[in-house]
Structures are given as C-alpha cells and as structure tokens.
C-alpha cells in the first residue's frame, strides 16, 4: 500500500568517500532540514543531511496526524496523502524516512557538527566524532538545540528535546565567529505519557541575520525554529521551499535570500 514517492529510474545515491565537496550539507533533520534537503536533491542538488539521530528524522513527536496541515508539494504532505488522519505518528515518521533514504542525492550521516570553517568557496564542518566534512554551503536546522536547555521541574538537562544532547560546541563556535546570538524559550506539552517541559536556547539576534543568511558567514544559512519568531509546521515548511528556492537560483555565496 505504501512505497517511496521518488521517480523510478533515478541514478543511485553517491557513496562519498572522505574529503568530498557536497554542494550543500544541512545539519539537522528536523521538518525544515528533511524539507529543505529533499527539495534541493530532487532539483539536483548533491546534498548532506547530517543528524545527531537519524532515527528521528522529519519527527513530529505527536500521536497522530489529526489537525496538522502540511503546504502541498512538501514532502510531508505527499507522504501524508498516503495514510489517514488517525494514522499514529510513528508510521508517518517511518514512510518518510523511507521516502527520503529512496531519494537520489541525499546523504543520510548521523554526526555531530560542532564547528564550521568558512573558506573561499566552500565551508569545512567539524564533527565531534573526528571526520571533517565539506559543503559549498551549510544550512542550519537545528531548532532549538544551540545551548539547548530543558528545564523538567527542579531537573536542567543539556539537551534541545528530550534525551537528545544540545548543541553547545556549535554555539559556542558561532559566537567565537562574531555571531550575536540571543536567549529564547518555548514550551513542550507532554506526549503519550512523556512529561511536559520547558526548553530555553539560542537564536541569533535579528541584526545577525540579511533573510536566512548569517551576515557574518557568506555562505551559512539558518532555518526553522533555530530563528527568532513563532514558528509552526507550516511556516516551517514553507521556509524550507523559499530557502531552496533561493539556493537553487542564486547558487553558493549568493545574495538571493530576501
């Protein structure tokens, strides 16, 4: 009844072997980065997706499909035209990670990114394992992770979501760049039995940034709930296809992000 809703007939995945230039690495697996790489692949692009937990791929840590809205032409909403509305929410999350892994162009690489080096024409990211991986642009999708911080009653956790570590070496590395990066804080309702909690994290001072662009760093880009703003699934996604847009149309290093 289900299958991957990518063409038949596409070249297989690249294998990278170490020291290859991607034209663009995405950190972080959330809705906008799943969004943002599958767009970017499937208009050519040689793309990284690098997480720290692939099994969490385009997650929507939430029981079912009732009540949630995708833009058309997402591939969350492809997906979802597959399944019913009380569908749970472990299915859809497994049928997209399926749909993603079949497209050609991606690179699935759970890592950690915890420093980015800007060069003339590409960008060096390093990996708290130990392999340095190139980009000619890197987008950041990280959420709420940068400094991440749950608060559970009296209990602090390092962590952008629960049981997942934050990402302090990235943010630390930002700001040794030069970038200003600000408190925020949102709330997380409890889900099937886990508890609710508060998350406070680092978004980059609204000066930081010209559209998705970090003014600082040519050829970095920011995306999804890791901007200042109120942000939903929607507007998320929407972002994704307006970033690939402009990426797909500028190129690297350009100035298309208004």
Aim: a negative charge; proline letters at 5%; one cysteine or more.
């Amino acid at each position: 009844m289900f299958g991957p809703l990518s063409e038949k007939g596409l070249s297989p995945r690249s294998r990278p072997q170490p020291g290859h230039l991607y034209d663009v690495a995405v950190v972080g697996a959330g809705l906008a980065g799943t969004e943002l790489a599958w767009r970017l692949a499937r208009a050519g692009q040689d793309v990284l997706l690098v997480s720290q937990a692939l099994d969490h791929l385009g997650n929507l840590y939430q029981p079912t499909l009732e009540g949630v809205t995708f833009p058309q032409g997402s591939v969350f909403a492809s997906v979802a035209t597959q399944m019913a509305p009380d569908t749970d929410g472990w299915t859809f999350h497994r049928l997209l990670k399926a749909e993603v892994e079949a497209t050609s162009g991606i690179h699935l690489l759970q890592s950690t990114v915890t420093a980015l080096d800007e060069e003339e024409s590409e960008v060096m990211l390093s990996t708290w394992e130990g392999p340095r991986l190139r980009a000619r642009t890197v987008v950041l999708a990280v959420g709420a992770f940068l400094k991440g911080r749950l608060l559970i009653g009296d209990t602090m956790e390092e962590a952008g979501r629960l049981s997942e570590v934050a990402y302090d070496f990235l943010a630390d590395d930002l700001i040794a760049s030069g970038v200003w990066l600000i408190g925020a804080e949102q709330r997380a309702p409890g889900v099937d039995g886990a508890p609710a909690y508060d998350v406070r994290f680092l978004t980059p001072a609204p000066g930081e940034l010209d559209g998705f662009r970090l003014r600082r760093l040519e050829r970095v880009r920011m995306l999804g709930r890791c901007l200042p703003g109120e942000h939903s699934y929607e507007s998320v996604l929407q972002d994704a296809a307006r970033l690939a847009e402009d990426l797909l149309t500028s190129g690297p290093g350009g100035e298309a992000d208004l």
